[in-house]
Every structure is written in C-alpha cells, then in structure tokens.
C-alpha cells in the first residue's frame, strides 16, 4: 500500500515561497512509468494540476503556474518537493500530493494540506 504525506507551513506571507514536502511509504519514487504529482484545490474551485516530477527525475508543469514553481526530489529519503515563488493570497489552497500511472492515471493520493497566503 502506497501512502504519501504533505508537510509544510500552514501559513505562507505574500511574495515569498511556498515549500511542501511530499514524504513516500510503500513504494519507491523511482519505480518505472510513475509520475509525482502536486495539484492543488483553492476554495471554492475544482482541482488544478500544478506539476509532476517522473521516476527518471524529469518534470512537467502546468503553463500557468510554470515560471514559478519547481519541482525536485530526494531519492534517499523518497520524497519529492513543491516550491512555488512569489506567492499571493490567490494562491491559497489546499495542496495535494499523488502518484499516477502513465502521467495522469492517478492512484494514490496524500491527505492534502492546507496553505493560506496572508500577511
């Protein structure tokens, strides 16, 4: 059973970076044809894909938010990590992480966490 767990401030002040760890049990970051996801559910709103980083160390981002986010990993500890700059309070969400197949065949998924963006 694969679990993930998000960890990061709760509590973000505008203009900085956001920073969210994504801690993997059960299986490895690295296994072939699995891609880690970061998306994110502002209030109110539907999901929104914010970016993925691949078993080989690739990643992809959503046009959108691409010039202000990047997306990095640790192999040794199995985690990857979301880092989202000049950040607004339109940025406030709850933010997940998940495993998918294939890029966007999505299997597991963490608990979420929420980030607000205020001064």
């Known amino acids: 059973q694969v679990q993930l767990q998000e960890s990061g401030p709760g509590l973000v002040k505008p203009s900085q970076t956001l920073s969210l760890t994504c801690t993997v049990s059960?299986?490895?970051?690295?296994?072939?044809?699995?891609?880690w996801n970061w998306i994110r559910q502002p209030p109110g709103k539907g999901l929104e894909w914010i970016g993925y980083?691949?078993?080989?160390?690739?990643?992809r981002y959503s046009p959108s938010l691409k010039s202000r986010t990047s997306i990095s990993r640790d192999t040794s500890k199995n985690q990857f990590t979301l880092q989202l700059s000049s950040v607004t309070p339109e940025d406030t969400a709850v933010y997940y992480c998940?495993?998918?197949?294939?890029?966007?065949?999505?299997?597991?998924w963490g608990q979420g966490t929420q980030v607000t963006v205020s001064s």
């Open positions: 998940a495993r998918a197949f294939n890029e966007f065949e999505y299997d597991y």
């Open positions: 059960g299986g490895s970051i690295t296994t072939n044809n699995y891609a």
């Open positions: 980083i691949g078993y080989s160390g690739s990643t």
